[in-house]
Each structure stands twice: as C-alpha cells, then as structure tokens.
C-alpha cells in the first residue's frame, strides 16, 4: 500500500511541472494530492459508494493530456445560438464564440489557473468544497485539473442565453480531469448544457473525474442540462457543486446512457432563503452498465423548496444506483422538500437500487419521498398489442411515456434530424429514441 | 333441447361469393384462468357481416371469451379450437390477430400516463397497415382519418393529444375504443361490455358510431348485460351465455324475452348435468 501511495506520489511530481499555475496553485495541487492519497479512491467502505464500485481507474493522467498537444478534433454541431466552449481532454479548451458581448464573459480554466493571484476570486470559487464532500475525487481533480470552461453571466444579460459545454474523450484509457466554474450575478438567467461525447465517436476506457462548481446570486436562474452518451467502457464520475442565492432557482437535468460506470453527483447548498431546486435524471442501461444519480440538497435558509425525480430503465445485467439525500438544518423553516425515483426493469437479472435519505433539524417543514420498481404493467402490454403492436413497439412507446416528464421539453415524438438536432430538447430526445429503436425493434423474450 | 351441439345456423356458404370460409368458428372451448374452468364446451360460429350478441349474468364467462379471442395470456385454453378465417387463431401472437383484423372493445380500457392517444394510434394504425401491405400514414394523413371519426363520436380533436385514457370519463373511454375501432378498420370485432358505465346520451353516441362501422364484410360480437345497447345495433343472432358454455341461442327476439323474464327460466331448463361441464 504504501508502495502504491508512495510511486502515485512520485508519478505526481513527475507530471506537476506540466500542470498549468503559480507556485500558489501547486501548493495546492499538492496539499490535494497528500489529502487524496490518505483516503484513497472511494470504495465499497463509503456509505455514498456501496453500490457503485469505481474500482481502480487509471488515474494519473498521460503527458498528451496536460501538454495539451493532442491534435484538435472536429467538435459535432454546438446548439443553435448557443456560445461554446469545447474541451477534448487533450487539446486546451477552445472558446467557441467569436464576439463576446458584455454581459458575458467565456475563457478557459487553465487562464484562470496562470492568472494566479490575479483571479484570486475566481480561485478560491473555483477550489471551493461543498461542507457535505466528503470523499476524495474532488482533491484529485484539484491536483491534476488541466482545463475547462470560464462562465460568467453578468447583469444586463437577455434571458434565453446558452451555452454548450462540450466534452470529447480520447480513445484509450486516459484519465481525463476538467473543472467548469459558472457563475450568474443576481437576476441573471442561464441555460448551461453540459454534453459528454467521444472524439470522433470512438468507444473510449477513459476515466473522467469531472467537476463544476456553479454559483447562483440572488434571484439568479439556471438551467443546468448534463447528457453523457459515451461509447465504449469509460468510468466517468462528474459533480455538480451549487450554491444558491437568495430566491435563485436551480433546475437540473441529466441523462446517463454511456459509460460502463456512470455517476453524476448534485451537491446543492442553499446561501439564502426561498430557493428553488428541481433534480431531475434519467438512467439507460443495457449490458453491464451501471448508472449512479447522487444527490444532496442542504436546505440551511428557509422556505426553500426542491423537487427530485430521478427514473432509470435496465435492460440486461444492467444496474442504476440513486442516492437521493435531504438535510434541512435548523432554522429552516418552511422548506418543502420532495423525492422520488421509480426504475422499470426490462430483465430479470438488471438491478435497481433506490435510497431516499431525509435528514430534518428544522420545525414546519414538509418532506415527502417514494420509490418504486418494477416491470412494464401487463395489462397495458396485453392493450397495445392488441392494437397491433409487436412486444417490442408496446415496450418502446410505454418506455417513452415512462421517461418523457424527467427529460427537458419532454421527449420529441421521432428521432430528430438535420436543424432540428440543434434544440436542448433534440440533445436529450437524441439518444433516448436511439435507446429506444433498439427496443422497439426486439422481438418478444 | 340440444344445447351443447347448438350451432348458428350459419353454413360456411353463407357469404355472398358463396366460397369464402367462416369468420370465427369456435369448438368444444374449455378455458382456464389460474386454474378455475369458466368456458366449459363453448360452440360459436359466426359469418362474414354477422352481428352475434352474447348476454349472461355475471360471472358465465363472457368477457373470458373475448379476451380468449384477443389472445390474453392469463387465460389457459384447455381444450377445443378457435378458427379464424381458416387459420387456427390459438396459434397466433396478440398482435398477429389484431393485424389480420381481430379487434377487443375492452371493458376498462388500460389509462398509460405519457402517451398520447395520437402517438399511440398512429403506431398501431401504421403496424396494422404493414401488415395489410399498405403504405403508413403521416401525421397529415392521420389527422384526417382521425377527425372524420371523431366527429361521428362527438369527441373534440384534443382527445388526441391528451394521455392515452388517463383521466377520460368512463363514456370518454368507451368513445375512444369505438374511435380506435373505426381507425383500425377490424374484420373482426368483439365489444366487451361497451355499453357499460354509459349515461344515456354516450349510450347513443357510441351505440350509432358502432352501427356506423357496421359493413356487409365486417362481424361483430357483442357482450352485454342490457338491452338497451342492442335497440340501437340490433343483431342478427342472440345467445344466452351461462355456466362457460352456451345454453340457448336465437335471433333478436331473444334479447326481449331475456330483458323481461332475466335468465332463471334458461338456467332452469338447463339438464341437471350442464352446470358440471362436458
């Protein structure tokens, strides 16, 4: 073991100079590094981890990766109107948006990161830990953070702003580390896609340890959309980090469908009364895929009110993992707090695990959770079919009805094409019909 | 009387053409579910354009054997055959019959949150066109099939776009089968119980958009506990239905004498033997 630690510590040396940042930031990097490698990756000990076995992740990344040397790649279409950051995993961040107007400002991590002292605000944002972190992934991105994308809206911005975050995995089994920082000043609103994708739609091993750290001012409004559609067996683990201001509202959407593991934390915190918080994900397995939707919400002002939802559909030896924890602190009265997660198993050997964690210090406040799982209803199989649907059509259009409320603008009725492919709800509706086709077009089993 | 071997007297030369084989001709029907025998030797024969009505008191079977005929997997058929224009309908997947023209009114239509009743309609219409070798409709030409029929069942537009039964009305139900019907086009109908639940004026209404489907080619079995269905689709053949099997079969003059006498007069004339089963 100490072995172990002791060449992780020696590979670190090995690559720090290559790492972007003032001697401050390496002091950082390496008090990460000391806290990382006491605890370890996280493993079956840890509670929030049980059933979601990472494993042992290549995690020291290669030279291509922090050199920043690999080759640019052709990203796909960014949304349509949106401003665009690309971030390949091996070549720098790329900002995508020729003018930048005044209320919005768009740069690159690794900037930040040579500004040093410069930015110091935007530091100590940037290195800022959620109170209920617990594990080590994020001291790990802390020491090997490469790059990702600067996000600042700024008041005086209109209100159906975009921005695509876009990130391509290298084939190989490269470990992949990007931290986004986004920040809304108060009033402002934002529609924020992060979008997971390969290079060139090769399958990927990688293992992506991704952060981003969001800050909403008062009354701020974001839209936070996450679609992960990797082919291959990558381990990608990301977290979203919020804080919200006063009456800020913080909509989350998330889509899991690549990946061998999958996991995607929301930490959100409340740093002032009357936020709105709605968690919505969805889960697709097939094979022996695992998908892990981690939330906690940490009411600690009153009169808040979230709302969770988070769905799953196994198929095969499949398996999807929710952790949905609530901690309303004392003081914070009036919170209306909500969760449920519901997951329809296509196969008898895929796994659904579902926990609901409610934890109240709070009087007058109103908390409801529930989980259900079980198999497509038979009767409304029996239904279908009697209209002249193959067991698989049947499936597919219940499946659709099944997931369409979790998914942002719902689900489009077909695959969409062409223009139509540039839409937020395109993004989603994409790859869920593709899930789905395979599907539809499944015989009776 | 000879209950047991009763057969409508329906040849299978009764069509027009004079060649073309029985609609539906049901054999000896014994059917299980979960280990109870509710059709004991049921006997059924039905032609092109016929419209049979099957009534019986609760519990005699009859939305059995229209789920039998729909092909639903909790019922067990134990013996005798069911043959459908020549082919042996057992055999044959839910959704082969409901292609080859085999459709079930069911008596409480299944609610599916999310799906809109367009969606739904226009997937099972395309599969059923497939399957006839037709071309599929696009949305355009969906909507307009669509629209004639639901103006005939008085039903806003906007039933296709609301969730697939979820929330409809008990009489917004029964239009809606009745509206998936006429858009399917069956050979073969059999309406369970579709008068069930229905306030007169839905009566109506869904009893005229049935009659309206009603063609020289299309047959149409019609399960009921009440008359009052069957004065606005009056059919050609009436059977008493009771015990799992069926004791006593006639033309429409059947249904008054049962509306006013109800079924114990049938029940007694039946051999002390019946009830038990063949």
Redesign the interface.
């Known amino acids: 073991m100490f072995d172990s630690l002791s060449r992780s510590m020696e590979s670190f040396h090995e690559l720090l100079p290559y790492l972007p940042g003032s001697t401050l930031i390496h002091a950082s990097r390496q008090r990460a590094m000391e806290r990382f490698l006491t605890r370890g990756l996280p493993g079956r000990r840890d509670e929030d981890w049980k059933n979601t076995p990472l494993g042992s992740p290549p995690i020291h990344p290669g030279l291509a990766f922090l050199a920043g040397e690999g080759s640019a790649w052709r990203e796909p279409p960014m949304l349509a109107g949106a401003f665009g950051v690309a971030f390949s995993g091996t070549a720098a961040a790329r900002v995508l948006a020729p003018e930048q107007p005044d209320w919005l400002e768009l740069g690159t991590i690794a900037s930040v990161l040579e500004q040093g002292s410069h930015s110091h605000d935007l530091l100590s944002l940037l290195l800022q830990r959620p109170s209920s972190l617990e594990d080590s992934l994020d001291d790990l991105n802390t020491a090997y953070l490469r790059d990702g994308a600067l996000l600042r809206v700024r008041s005086g911005a209109p209100e159906n702003v975009v921005v695509h975050l876009l990130t391509g995995l290298p084939p190989g089994r490269d470990a992949i580390y990007g931290r986004h920082l986004v920040v809304l000043e108060p009033g402002t609103s934002l529609t924020l896609v992060e979008h997971l994708v390969s290079v060139d739609g090769a399958e990927t091993g990688a293992f992506v340890n991704g952060v981003t750290k969001l800050y909403l001012g008062h009354g701020a409004n974001l839209e936070h959309l996450f679609v992960q559609e990797v082919p291959g067996d990558a381990s990608l683990v990301n977290s979203a980090h919020v804080w919200q201001g006063t009456e800020s509202s913080y909509t989350l959407r998330s889509l899991l469908v690549g990946g061998a593991l999958a996991r995607l934390e929301a930490r959100v915190q409340s740093s002032g009364p009357g936020t709105i918080t709605d968690l919505r994900g969805l889960a697709m397995g097939r094979g022996q895929q695992l998908h892990d939707h981690f939330t906690l919400v940490e009411h600690a002002h009153e009169g808040g009110k979230s709302f969770q939802s988070f769905k799953s559909v196994l198929e095969h030896q499949s398996r999807s993992v929710f952790n949905g924890k609530v901690l309303i602190e004392p003081g914070a009265t009036g919170v209306d707090a909500r969760q449920g997660s519901r997951s329809v198993l296509l196969s008898d050997m895929a796994t659904a695990h579902s926990r609901p964690q409610l934890e109240i210090y709070a009087d007058d406040v109103k908390c409801s959770h529930g989980a259900t799982v079980g198999e497509l ?4 199989m ?10 698989g ?2 499936r597919a ?2 499946l ?3 997931v ?2 979790v998914l942002p603008g719902g689900l489009l ?1 077909t695959v969409p094409r062409g223009e139509d492919m540039q839409s937020t709800t395109a993004l989603f509706s994409g790859p869920v019909h593709r899930w789905l086709e395979r599907i539809s077009k499944q015989e ?1 089993s | 009387m000879s209950v047991d071997n009763w057969k409508t007297p329906t040849s299978p030369s009764v069509g027009s053409s004079g060649k073309e084989p029985i609609m539906l001709s049901i054999r000896n029907l014994h059917v299980s579910v979960e280990g109870d025998e509710i059709l004991r030797g049921l006997n059924l024969e039905v032609g092109p354009g016929q419209v049979h009505a099957i009534m019986g008191p609760n519990g005699s079977g009859k939305s059995t054997l229209a789920n039998v005929i729909a092909g639903h997997g909790d019922y067990l058929v134990t013996g005798g055959s069911i043959t459908y224009l020549g082919r042996n309908l057992l055999e044959m997947p839910v959704e082969e019959r409901a292609r080859e023209g085999v459709f079930l009114s069911f008596q409480y239509p299944v609610e599916i949150p999310g799906l809109s009743t367009a969606q739904f309609m226009r997937s099972a219409l395309n599969s059923v066109l497939q399957a006839r070798g037709e071309a599929p409709v696009d949305a355009f030409d969906f909507m307009e099939r669509a629209g004639r029929h639901l103006d005939l069942l008085e039903m806003d537009r906007s039933f296709l776009s609301r969730s697939l039964n979820e929330g409809f009305s008990g009489g917004e139900k029964k239009r809606n089968e009745v509206f998936q019907m006429a858009m399917l086009e069956p050979k073969l109908a059999v309406l369970d119980e579709t008068d069930s639940g229905l306030d007169i004026d839905s009566l109506r209404i869904v009893a005229r958009g049935v009659q309206a489907l009603r063609t020289p080619r299309r047959s149409m079995i019609v399960i009921t506990h009440y008359q009052r269905l069957l004065d606005h689709l009056v059919p050609d053949f009436t059977h008493v239905l009771a015990h799992g099997r069926i004791i006593r079969s006639g033309g429409r003059e059947l249904v008054r004498q049962v509306e006013e006498r109800g079924y114990g007069w049938l029940l007694e004339e039946l051999p002390a033997s019946a009830p038990a089963g063949a």
């Open positions: 209803d038979q009767d409304a029996f239904y279908l079919r009697s209209r002249g649907l193959s067991t059509q049947a259009l219940m659709r009805a099944f369409a409320d009725e009776d």
